[in-house]
T-cell receptor, first 112, second 118 residues
């Protein structure tokens, strides 16, 4: 049941450059999407979210883009910093449910 | 910054034994959740809890699992008779409210309890 997919298990980026993490979903009932960051031995930390009524949401260095017709969202981090190195999960949810469906994660490594 | 606290950080138990994983959600939060992550796999929803009752549960959350908010501050997950396949990181989370269409809301997760069933 892979309703939320992150097809890139890992990504390496030079410090200062843009990191782009991608996520695809299959369930058209999803209407709210989130990105979480996770360091080893810690719980996921909420980064940024987007509602389906928007196609872009920005918070500092982090921007999430949503393409509903393609059922695709992406997280842009610019400029990337070594402290951004972590596993990034996208998650989705819809009205009428309390649960988030998580993707499998993308491990981002920002090289100094 | 308010935190969700989970104890213990690591629990080793024998197959067939009962375990209780403990969580202290953020004090003004009303919604509580348990998720788990089997090693190398994705984070999976187990159960949500609101107003002293389960509001939603997944197919993973069978009769061996139960949740309780015994004293208004703790939120516990009990596994009655553990199996090897219950070995995972268990994350507790809480939220002040359900999200709205325009909100920027997300859960706050705890650091997790690593459960190892031997």
């Amino acid at each position: 049941d892979q309703q939320v997919k992150q097809n890139s298990p890992s990504l390496s980026v030079q410090e200062g450059r843009i990191s782009i993490l991608n996520c695809d979903y299959t369930n058209s009932m999803f209407d709210y999407f989130l990105w979480y960051k996770k360091y080893p031995a810690e719980g996921p930390t909420f980064l940024i979210s987007i509602s389906s009524i928007k196609d872009k949401n920005e918070d500092g260095r982090f921007t999430v883009f949503l393409n509903k017709s393609a059922k695709h969202l992406s997280l842009h981090i610019v400029p990337s910093q070594p402290g951004d190195s972590a596993v990034y999960f996208c998650a989705a949810t819809g009205s009428g449910t309390y649960k988030y469906i998580f993707g499998t994660g993308t491990r981002l490594k920002v090289l100094a | 910054e308010p935190e969700v606290t989970q104890t213990p950080s690591h629990q080793v138990t024998q197959m067939g034994q009962e375990v209780i994983l403990r969580c202290v959600p953020i004090s003004n939060h009303l919604y509580f959740y348990w998720y788990r992550q089997i090693l190398g796999q994705k984070v999976e929803f187990l159960v949500s809890f609101y107003n002293n009752e389960i509001s939603e549960k997944s197919e993973i959350f069978d009769d061996q699992f139960s949740v309780e908010r015994p004293d208004g501050s703790n939120f516990t997950l009990k596994i009655r008779s553990t199996k090897l396949e219950d070995s995972a990181m268990y994350f507790c989370a809480s939220s002040e409210a359900l999200r709205t269409r325009a909100s920027t809301y997300g859960y706050t997760f705890g650091s997790g309890t690593r459960l190892t069933v031997v």
